[in-house]
């Protein structure tokens, strides 16, 4: 038995009085109405006393989290076969911009020097672990978070939104998505597919809007991906990628080098060619030969620059 809060600190002496002059027989009605009395309020101060202090709040209703869908996602697991989860702060380190307005090259983390990161489904992956692929007009709820704007060389209606199924470095089947041209679509198809079947590991496939594309460096993104306005790398002409007519491949298994530009910054470990590792576009394998077969060429082959990510339907 406890003592109620705000009751004499003597409640339980006062209790145990009343009942013993019940047994003495003197004032037996009063003793035991006074016990009654008394022993009911020290059980509703246990009661009191035992409830949660959250109890005398008004009662809050319950409001959906902002980011309740990651909240309610089974944790990721630390490893799947060779493939491990992503370092905490991938993505979230920005490097420092040089005098030129670009962040200069660094050396490869060591979490990253053999890039093998298990992927965060975004889309629902494929029920029965096989290769399916989509082909459709693009939504507009997929064109307003995607990099095109009227200002862009080719009109919305000329683009179309994929869905493929491709092979992570876990080994299991993800669904991704690209932005292409309406004339490379099915021919994008044919290459993922092969892909697939040969297990060429890709670990992320997704459309970047224009904020991703002008945010700040963090040199560590693996983004593959068709579609982005943009011009080409140091030039005002328009790249290929703003037609929706080139891929870039696990950019940071496949960096672009120009003289001292590394990209992504922090790739600087998979410039060595030599030292094979999934997921690199390597001459006369599979990724290089899959885009050869629908005619495009690979930017692995450019003499003033190498850009081992890329594959365009003009070669450029």
């Known amino acids: 038995m406890c003592t109620p809060e705000g009751s004499s600190p003597n409640a339980r002496t006062e209790i145990r009085t009343a009942a013993g002059s019940r047994r003495r027989g003197g004032g037996r009605l009063a003793g035991m109405l006074a016990a009654a009395v008394l022993l009911g309020s020290a059980l509703t101060g246990c009661s009191s006393a035992a409830a949660s202090p959250e109890a005398d709040k008004p009662a809050r209703t319950s409001a959906p989290s902002p980011i309740a869908p990651t909240e309610s996602r089974s944790p990721e697991p630390a490893r799947v076969g060779n493939a491990t989860a992503a370092p905490s702060w991938l993505g979230t380190r920005v490097l420092p911009v040089g005098p030129q307005g670009t962040a200069a090259a660094r050396q490869t983390p060591p979490e990253l020097r053999n890039r093998s990161i298990i992927t965060a489904d975004e889309l629902p992956p494929p029920a029965d672990g096989r290769f399916h692929a989509t082909v459709q007009a693009v939504p507009a709820d997929v064109l307003a978070r995607s990099s095109w704007t009227k200002n862009c060389p080719v009109a919305a209606s000329d683009l179309r939104y994929l869905t493929v199924v491709f092979r992570g470095f876990d080994g299991r089947a993800h669904t991704g998505e690209l932005l292409a041209n309406a004339r490379v679509a099915d021919d994008l198809v044919t290459v993922f597919k092969r892909l697939f079947a040969a297990d060429f590991p890709i670990e992320r496939m997704r459309i970047s809007s224009a904020a991703a594309l002008n945010a700040p460096s963090t040199g560590d993104g693996n983004t593959t991906e068709v579609f982005a306005c943009r011009p080409v790398r140091g030039k005002k002409g328009w790249s290929q990628h703003a037609y929706g007519l080139a891929v870039d491949l696990n950019p940071f298994q496949n960096p672009y080098r120009k003289g001292e530009v590394v990209l992504p910054e922090l790739a600087t470990s998979y410039l ?23 005619g495009w060429g690979w930017g ?16 450029g």
């Open 272 to 294: 060595d060619r030599a030292d094979a590792r999934p997921g690199m576009a390597q001459p006369r394998e599979e990724a290089v030969r899959a885009f050869a077969a629908i």
């Open 300 to 315: 692995g082959d450019y003499r003033s620059l190498k850009d081992y990510m890329h594959f365009s339907a003009t070669g």
